[in-house]
């Protein structure tokens, strides 16, 4: 069986290890996420704190909220404005 969520699509590591061992500059590593195609479908994607569309390539980081289990996206600029706000 196919599962497409066991390897990590960035490093190929296997997410069903104990403890799966990301590679250094996988965005699971380093928090720096790079915007696909996918992510854009079907209704776009924005920072949440300045609402500037993302576009294929560029690179966001996740801000807990809350609710333990919601992230909220931003840019890399409003993330820099803003470092007191741990990104996850």
Wanted: glycine residues 8%; charged residues 25%.
């Amino acid at each position: 069986m196919n599962d497409p969520y066991r390897y990590c699509i960035h490093c190929a590591a296997d997410c069903y290890e104990d403890g799966p061992q990301h590679g250094p500059g996988c965005p699971t590593v380093t928090g720096l996420w790079p915007v696909t195609e996918r992510e854009l479908q079907p209704a776009g994607m924005v920072c949440m704190d300045c609402e500037s569309e993302f576009k294929v390539g560029d690179t966001y980081a996740h801000r807990p909220t809350d609710a333990s289990d919601v992230f909220e996206v931003v840019c890399l600029g409003c993330r820099v404005l803003n470092p007191e706000a741990e990104s996850v």
